[in-house]
């Protein structure tokens, strides 16, 4: 078949209109039929609105930052899942037949069909709920409201006890890990007391006031030694054997002093004490009447000072040597003090770094329990029913006016399907251009109008036929 212009489309479908107009009224017929078979389906909808927390956010904030939409998304596969759509399917009484049937499966899935949710704006939203029955339809809209009110309950209030349990273990680890570094410390500290480098002016002041002691104690010496010297000069110049007799007593009693000394201070093993006893026992073997001798002649004054010069050098000489084992030990502490430093500052900083730790994860889990009690007392944002569902009164489905023009449309598409198909198979020539079309080398001399006899006039048609 050629190609149609607009205006020869308009002229063929005019010629043909009863195998258009025919069809487009079955399609509307069949329409109406077909809104008289249909089951009406009703849908019910509850209207749901987010309420924010009651307590501002700048005191106490909120542990369940999720979106909306990720929060929606969630609560409605919670409520979808099969578990608690049965639980509805019972409560409500859907889909009876299926049930009966043993079908609880295709139950539902039907209730997954006939549910939807839909957000609208950022804090409203709605649940829509198809059934056959207004009332069925309404009363499973306002129960999955309720479902779905309870479950963003039950979530919030899991999420901030989950939340706050987590900080709890976590404080507690960490808390048990500071404490293991705070003994570190302050086992470092005992363990290197004298060496810590708060300490370091302290030991550098006793290193200063050991020189001066030690300063002092020589200068001591010194003079006892010159004092003893021009004593010993003195008794040299005596001479005579009562003041040799009357010295080594003297050393026998200075020897069995230090001996008492140094056994108030070790035992009777100490190598110093072993050693004085063993010089004793010798003097006293070369020298047996000393003590007698001593008695029978009295020691002169000068014999009796050189003694006392004895005994406080000897003093003086013990002094000298504390002070110096004192200032080598300080010497050495300081010297140790940057190697402390260096230990201690790698354990205070570690001892730092959980302890801040501690410190952000203490506050984080205060802020924790403050968000968990929030939801338990129903401060926080909650959802609430701002519209329920009611029967409604006319039909959801299916729509009388889309049903109608499907029909209309599918018979108008039938009839031009058939004009076309009937065009097709017409051998006839209906115009003057269709006959020069088939024949172009033969000329239309006249076209001879349609004469109407039945009605007893003539009339020129559109169109007439060719002579």
């Known amino acids: 078949m050629r190609a ?45 609105m987010i309420e924010s927390q009651t307590v501002p956010q700048n005191y106490v904030k909120a542990t369940v930052t999720s979106s909306l939409q990720d929060r929606l998304q969630t609560i409605q596969q919670q409520i979808t899942n099969r578990t608690n759509l049965e639980r509805i399917i019972e409560e409500v009484g859907l889909y009876r037949e299926l049930v009966d049937a043993g079908q609880v499966g295709a139950a539902v899935s039907r209730v997954r069909q006939d549910l939807t949710f839909q957000v609208q704006g950022t804090r409203i939203f709605r649940i829509f709920f198809k059934a056959p029955d207004p009332e069925i339809a309404a009363r499973t809209a306002n129960l999955v409201g309720e479902y779905f009110i309870a479950e963003n309950l039950r979530i919030r209030e899991s999420q901030a006890m989950n939340t706050s ?14 404490e293991e570094q705070e003994a570190k410390v302050a086992r470092f500290r005992i363990l290197n007391d004298g060496r810590l480098p708060d300490q370091r002016d302290s030991n550098l002041a006793s290193l200063a006031h050991l020189d001066q002691k030690l300063e002092i104690n020589l200068d001591a010496i010194e003079n006892a030694e010159i004092r003893k ?49 063993q010089e004793i026992a010798a003097l006293e073997r070369v020298s047996p009447s000393g003590s007698s001798a001593s008695a029978a002649a009295p020691e002169s004054p000068t014999v009796q000072q050189l003694r006392q010069l004895d005994l406080e050098i000897a003093r003086l000489q013990q002094d000298r040597s504390r002070i110096l084992r004192d200032i080598d030990a300080y010497q050495q502490r300081v010297e140790q003090i940057p190697r402390v430093e260096q230990e201690l500052l790698t354990l205070t900083r570690d001892y730092d770094n959980k302890r801040k730790a501690y410190q952000a994860l203490l506050v984080k889990r205060t802020d924790a329990r403050l968000a968990e009690n929030l939801e338990l007392r129903r401060q926080s944002e909650q959802f609430r029913i701002l519209e329920e569902a009611r029967a409604p009164s006319s039909p959801y489905a299916p729509n009388p006016i889309l049903v109608l023009v499907i029909g ?60």
Request: a neutral charge; charged letters at 25%.
């Open 4 to 48: 149609l212009s607009p205006m020869e489309l308009g002229r063929l479908l005019w010629r043909r209109r009863l195998w258009v107009i025919t069809p487009m009224v079955l399609g509307l017929i069949g329409g109406i039929v077909a809104l008289r078979t249909m089951t009406p389906i009703y849908r019910a909808s509850t209207l749901i």
């Open 165 to 178: 349990a987590f900080l709890e273990e976590e404080l507690e680890e960490i808390k048990l890990r500071l």
């Open 229 to 277: 010297l021009l004593l010993q000069r003195e008794v040299d110049a005596v001479g005579g054997p009562g003041v040799k007799i009357s010295a080594a007593a003297a050393r026998i009693e200075d020897l069995k002093f230090e001996l008492s000394r140094l056994r108030a201070q070790y035992t009777d093993r100490h190598p110093d004490v072993v050693r004085l006893r």
């Open 408 to 467: 209309l449309a599918a018979g108008a598409a039938l009839g031009v399907g058939l004009v076309f198909l009937r065009e097709e198979f017409d051998q006839s020539y209906v115009d003057a251009n269709a006959l020069e079309d088939a024949f172009p080398a033969v000329p239309v001399i006249a076209v001879i109008p349609v004469i109407n006899r039945d009605a007893g006039r003539t009339a020129q048609s559109a169109h007439g036929r060719p002579a």
